[in-house]
């Protein structure tokens, strides 16, 4: 917990499935893949990887001329490499994007995230594959993308980071009534006062039976009683007519 932080300093594929980095098994097959993988960075990449953007999620039809007019607002651009299709030419909807100095790589970073160019949000962040130790491209797996869909999301980047973790205590014992002694004679006493409650109240319901009877009897004599006077009260007016 000490050394928790929410972006990854190193890139561990079962950490990175993880939504806290706390996991201790993999729970998707893509994370197994990353974790037997033994990846290479491609030795033919070139460039300084510490002054080179990583820009993702572009617009297929956003072109390279479009992102030398956008991202030299930063700062002089050395190269920009839009990552193509080897058969058909199309645009992979990402990019490489080197700076000539730090101070410009570093303001792109932090302004161009989230920019919307050609009607898509862009995402920005600096290179992982040549800087990130242990990194596992999504390919094989690793990474930090991935949607909801597919149930396979990977944490720890700047897009999506570690949530803090949550130290809760341990429930289980107490819940099903495995802890301390106490904690047991205290609930048995709990049991034996709910069933003495019942009990009297048994009694006491059993005590007010009668009296309920002779509450009843007693309004049924009144009612007769009533009745009597009645009738014969309406007897004396008819002899009072006559």
Do not use: C
Request: charged share 40%.
């Amino acid at each position: 917990m000490a050394d928790w932080a929410p972006i990854a300093k190193e890139y561990d594929p079962l950490k990175a499935g993880s939504i806290d980095g706390t996991d201790e098994e993999p729970h998707d097959r893509a994370i197994w893949r990353a974790m037997l993988a033994r990846y290479v960075p491609n030795k033919g990449v070139t460039g300084d990887p510490h002054l080179t953007l990583f820009v993702a999620r572009l617009n297929l039809q956003t072109t390279e001329e479009k992102l030398k007019e956008v991202f030299s607002r930063y700062g002089d651009i050395r190269k920009i490499h839009l990552v193509r299709d080897l058969v058909t030419g199309f645009s992979k909807g990402y990019a490489f994007i080197e700076y000539k100095e730090e101070r410009a790589l570093l303001k792109a970073h932090r302004d161009a995230n989230r920019l919307v160019i050609d009607q898509h949000e862009i995402f920005v962040d600096f290179e992982l594959e040549r800087t990130l130790k242990g990194w596992i491209p999504r390919r094989l797996g690793g990474g930090f993308g991935g949607k909801k869909e597919s149930g396979q999301l990977r944490f720890g980047g700047r897009d999506r980071p570690f949530r803090k973790p949550i130290n809760l205590p341990n429930m289980k014992n107490d819940f099903y009534g495995e802890g301390s002694s106490e904690k047991r004679n205290w609930s048995r006493e709990g049991t034996r006062d709910w069933r003495t409650r019942d009990r009297d109240h048994e009694r006491s319901r059993d005590k007010r039976w009668p009296e309920r009877e002779r509450s009843w009897a007693w309004g049924d004599s009144e009612r007769e009683r009533d009745s009597k006077e009645e009738r014969s009260r309406g007897r004396e007016r008819k002899d009072r007519d006559r």
